[in-house]
């Protein structure tokens, strides 16, 4: 059976999300805002800069790590090895190889990762799409402040002067994820539920709407609206009533582009260590 391009490239992330990776970076002198171009549907695409060449890598804040195509290793001269072993959000292990390191920058701003992944992303794209470089995910953003602003197509790294007034208006309550190994990143909103705190995964490459595990709606740990509709608390200011597909997950459940359509949203990573 042939698989639609919205299944394929929902494949796509669930492997992308099981990567694994490290990174520092400086915080601007000056706010660097990022253009973020469309790719397919609601999905992104960001433009960086690897040494000579100019990548483009799908922005996937779900992803876990960053990771780059073994074409792409051939040209900065890695030879991948290793294994790095990560999970699917439906449970499933993927294993990869990695790199040493990988500088990405944008005009006014850099970022060190080691390693990096290495993984051939292209092998599961419909053909009709954009062949891509690699994926962008949030472990090449610790220790800043990030504004996404997915509605302006762009995302936006705060200078230390601008970092609180940004969350103040337009952060989440959130939580780290960092894998396995703790190499990777990840972050989770905070929904308050009926009998305690629920945590959501934030991602950018989820084009299936608002994923709820079923055990959340077993035990009826959320306020629904209906058969398919949910309220959630988010925090002061952030009750959004959403439309969720249920299934069987390792999470809570996971937000995504139809979430981040709703307006900027800016996460709090100075926090996480490199």
């Known amino acids: 059976m042939r698989s639609s391009a919205s299944s394929r490239l929902a494949i796509l992330l669930l492997v992308a999300s099981s990567c694994q990776g ?5 915080q601007p002198a000056v706010d660097t805002p990022v253009s973020l171009h469309p790719y397919f549907r609601q999905l992104r695409t960001v433009r960086v800069q690897v040494g000579p060449d100019t990548l483009t890598l799908l922005f996937d804040t779900g992803g876990g790590a960053t990771l780059i ?8 001269g890695c030879r991948p090895y290793g294994r790095d072993v990560g999970y ?3 449970g499933e292990a993927v294993e990869f190889q990695r790199c040493d390191s990988l500088t990405l920058a944008f005009p006014g701003w850099s970022s060190a ?3 990096v992944a290495v993984f051939d992303v292209n092998a599961l794209l419909p053909r009709e799409l954009p062949r891509l470089d690699g994926v962008l995910a949030l472990d ?20 230390p002067t601008t970092s609180a007034a940004a969350l103040a208006a337009f952060g989440l309550a959130i939580r780290p994820a960092t894998g396995e190994s703790g190499r990777m990143l990840t972050v ?4 308050s539920g009926r009998h305690g705190v629920l ?4 991602d950018s490459g989820n084009l299936q709407g608002t994923l709820i595990d079923s055990h959340v709606f077993r035990d009826s740990l959320l306020v629904t609206e209906g058969d398919s509709s949910l309220a959630l608390d988010l925090g002061p200011g952030r009750l959004e009533r959403v439309s969720v597909r249920p299934g069987s997950f ?4 996971v937000l995504g582009t139809d979430f981040l359509e709703r307006g900027p949203l800016a996460l709090d990573l100075r926090a996480i260590l490199p």
Not at 22 to 26: F, I, M, N, P, W
Not at 69 to 76: M, S, Y
């Open 22 to 26: 490290a990174g520092s970076s400086r």
């Open 69 to 76: 195509t073994p074409d792409v290793a051939r040209r900065i």
């Open 88 to 90: 699917r959000m439906t």
């Open 113 to 115: 990762l080691h390693p």
């Open 140 to 159: 090449a953003f610790k220790g800043q402040v990030l504004t996404i602003d997915w509605p302006g197509q762009r995302f936006v790294i705060h200078q």
């Open 188 to 191: 989770f909103a905070r929904a």
């Open 199 to 202: 945590w959501l995964l934030i």
């Open 250 to 253: 390792i999470l809570d459940g």
